[in-house]
Every structure is written in C-alpha cells, then in structure tokens.
C-alpha cells in the first residue's frame, strides 16, 4: 500500500472508513483515531486531509446521499408511466427497508444529525431534491 503524499486514494479511504464505523457502531462512536485505525491511515492524515470531524461527516454523508440518490435514480429512472412507477416505487420502498442494513444505518444517523444541527439539514433537503 502506498504511503505519504504517494497515497491518491487515502482520502476516500477514510470517508469509506467514516461511514463504515457510523453505520456499524453510530455516529456516537466516531473519533480521528478510530477512523484513521478502520483506513489503515496515520492519524495525522485526518487533519492533513480534513479541518476537523464535522467537515469529514459533511463530506461522508454527502457521500452516501449521492449514492442514495443513484439507487432513487436505478429504480425509479426507467418508469415510462404511473404504472411502472408505482411498481418503482414499490420496489425501492421495499429495498431501502429490506436492503442494506449499512444503508438503512446511515439514513438513521444522518436524519438523526438533520433534526439537530441546520448543516445536515440543508443535506436532507438537497437529498430529498435530487430524489424527487
């Protein structure tokens, strides 16, 4: 594995770490230490990549609602018309709840976030934009 400034893929190691530890331990859990040790990173790469824990979960969670948003756009982007449609939605009502567990997890956490504090908000909002 390469190191240092060698390493193009070590910041997208830990926003990959960041929402691997929220969705199985909770956001409660997270810290740069435990981070950095879940990416296999030194821990002064969390400060050299990051300006603190709340820009890394910005950054995460932006993250996972854009891959959110691709799984809306999977199922609901080939409905030719309300038929196909509601059978769409049907089926990604039915995969957000039966599917990912890790997925389901960081919704949980994220919405959890969104009822507190006006930054994760606004990434609800533009998530349920992007959704629609």
Known sequence: MATGHTDPQRRERIIAATLDLIAEEGIARVSHRRIATRAGVPLGSMTYHFSGIEELLREAFGRFTD??????????????????????????????SEGSQRDLGLTQELYTLAAREPA?????????RRSR
Not at 78 to 90: F, I, Q
Not at 120 to 128: A, D, Q, S, V
Request: proline content about 0%; charged content about 30%.
């Open 120 to 128: 994760y908000r606004e990434l609800t909002h533009e998530w349920m």
């Open 67 to 96: 891959h959110i948003v691709a799984v809306f756009d999977a199922y609901l982007g080939a409905a030719a018309d309300r038929d196909e449609a509601r059978a769409a939605v049907a089926d990604l009502v039915h995969e957000l």
